[in-house]
T-cell receptor
Framework: AQKVTQAQTEISVVEKEDVTLDCVYETRDTTYYLFWYKQPPSGELVFLIR??????QNEISGRYSWNFQKSTSSFNFTITASQVVDSAVYFC???????????FGKGTHLIIQP | KAGVTQTPRYLIKTRGQQVTLSCSPI?????VSWYQQTPGQGLQFLFE???????NKGNFPGRFSGRQFSNSRSEMNVSTLELGDSALYLCASRQASSTDTQYFGPGTRLTVL
């Protein structure tokens, strides 16, 4: 069975601080896919990034960066110079590529204080 | 391109009633999945439809059912509603392959009284 753990239930930082959201996963699949989604108060899940298990290259996109470490089964997400608009619940998700849907973590509620 | 749309956005029902939720995928997407989000259980996969056929189903009772039409639009039905069915129901679409990224709609918030 697959499992995604987001140990941080809630993080509160002051605007402009850097913040890292942790994600640890478990899977027996040799090929799998990892995702981060953002859920603002409106409720819609917004896709942020996808990583394939066979591609360990880390990525930076503006203020966002992702660190995929297969050896530790982690897929962490960092926001640099956080802004109030980054406040949301962030979900890490895993898929084995089959038609069994995404397995989500419990989410991390990120609060950016002005 | 328009995103995934869901109707209605809010719904209030009473126990024992049934409800139908609708989802229109992104144009060109042929797969639609449904998820239930509750504070206690988090986000859980209900089922996925592709080419009008259910491709997979999560661990939910038979009261939860769905279907997909030839234009890829999907409906989800819950019969004999229970208080515990109160949740945000999210629909996601993807192009076709089970390895494609899923894009979510705004959800339907169902309250069962």
């Amino acid at each position: 069975a697959q499992k995604v753990t987001q140990a941080q239930t809630e993080i509160s930082v002051v605007e402009k601080e850097d913040v890292t959201l942790d994600c640890v996963y478990e899977t027996r699949d040799t090929t799998y896919y990892l995702f981060w989604y953002k859920q603002p108060p409106s409720g819609e899940l917004v896709f942020l990034i996808r990583r394939n298990s066979f591609d360990e290259q880390n990525e930076i996109s503006g203020r966002y960066s992702w660190n995929f470490q297969k050896s530790t089964s982690s897929f962490n997400f960092t926001i640099t110079a956080s802004q109030v608009v980054d406040s949301a619940v962030y979900f890490c998700a895993l898929s084995g590529g089959g038609a069994d849907g995404l397995t989500f973590g419990k989410g991390t509620h990120l609060i950016i204080q002005p | 391109k328009a995103g995934v749309t869901q109707t209605p956005r809010y719904l209030i029902k009473t126990r024992g009633q049934q409800v139908t939720l609708s989802c229109s995928p992104i144009s060109g997407h042929r797969s639609v999945s449904w998820y239930q989000q509750t504070p206690g259980q988090g986000l859980q996969f209900l089922f996925e439809y592709f080419s009008e056929t259910q491709r997979n189903k999560g661990n939910f009772p038979g009261r939860f059912s769905g279907r997909q039409f030839s234009n890829s639009r999907s409906e989800m039905n819950v019969s004999t509603l229970e208080l515990g069915d109160s949740a945000l129901y999210l629909c996601a679409s993807r192009q076709a392959s089970s390895t494609d990224t899923q894009y979510f709609g705004p959800g339907t918030r169902l309250t069962v009284l």
